[in-house]
């Protein structure tokens, strides 16, 4: 079964900290996203990337970076964590065009709830 | 800028009947329309992908419809179960990496 894998389900940090979310797709998609989810406010994307060490902002990066390396894992940084930065974050992958040249659909992962205290 | 509308924000339904959940988009210049269910406190689940080529999909219990010119999707859910219960979301994909959420319809369906 095809898939995204958050490395942690749930995690707690201090403020300051610099914080690394993990993201990883096994099904060798171009396209990687980081979202965040906050009640009220739905999914706001965070960075993509459309291919390995190219990223780009999306509605909300400040606070943020990220890391692609590998095709396959994207990171997200939180340079020095803060409370407003407190929430579910939610990480994507999609083909660029599947094989019929159409657009691809989006898998999400299951979520990493980050609370900084 | 797209703008996604689902309704109703909330339904509760007893188990075994059909039911229809409603999207709608102000821009009509989609690549997509996917449909996904989150459970509280988890990721998203994909159901179905709509090409804007295509006027519907089926996958199991569910059916959704995609009427691009009007700006309206639906998903159809037959003989709903307990399990079925979640918040379903649609998103509209409008650029390479441009993907609008609605603001979720939360079902519950009653055993």
């Known amino acids: 079964d095809v898939k995204v894998t958050q490395s942690s389900r749930y995690l707690v940090k201090r403020t300051g900290e610099k914080v690394f979310l993990e993201c990883v797709q096994d099904m060798d998609h171009e396209n990687m996203f980081w979202y965040r989810q906050d009640p009220g406010l739905g999914l706001r994307l965070i960075y993509f990337?459309?291919?390995?060490?190219?990223?780009e902002k999306g509605d909300i990066p400040e606070g943020y970076s990220v890391s692609r390396e590998k095709k396959e894992r994207f990171s997200l940084i939180l340079e020095s964590a803060s409370t407003n930065q407190t929430s579910m974050y939610l990480c994507a992958s999609s083909l660029r065009w599947d094989t019929l040249g159409r657009n691809g659909g989006y898998t999400f992962g299951s979520g990493t709830r980050l609370t900084v205290v | 800028k797209q703008e996604v509308t689902q309704i109703p924000a909330a339904l509760s339904v007893p188990e075994g009947e059909n039911l229809v959940l409603n999207c709608s988009f102000t821009?009509?210049?989609?690549?997509?329309l996917q449909w996904f269910r989150q459970d509280p406190g988890k990721g998203l689940t994909s159901l179905l992908l709509i090409q804007s080529s295509q006027r519907e999909q089926t996958s199991g219990r569910l059916n959704a419809s995609l009427d691009k010119s009007s700006g309206r999707s639906t998903l159809y859910i037959a003989a709903s179960q307990p399990g079925d219960s979640a918040t379903y979301l649609c998103a509209v994909k409008t650029g390479a990496n441009n993907l609008f959420f609605g603001t979720g319809t939360r079902l519950t369906v009653i055993p």
């Open positions: 990337s459309y291919d390995v060490k190219m990223k």
């Open positions: 821009d009509s210049a989609i690549y997509n």
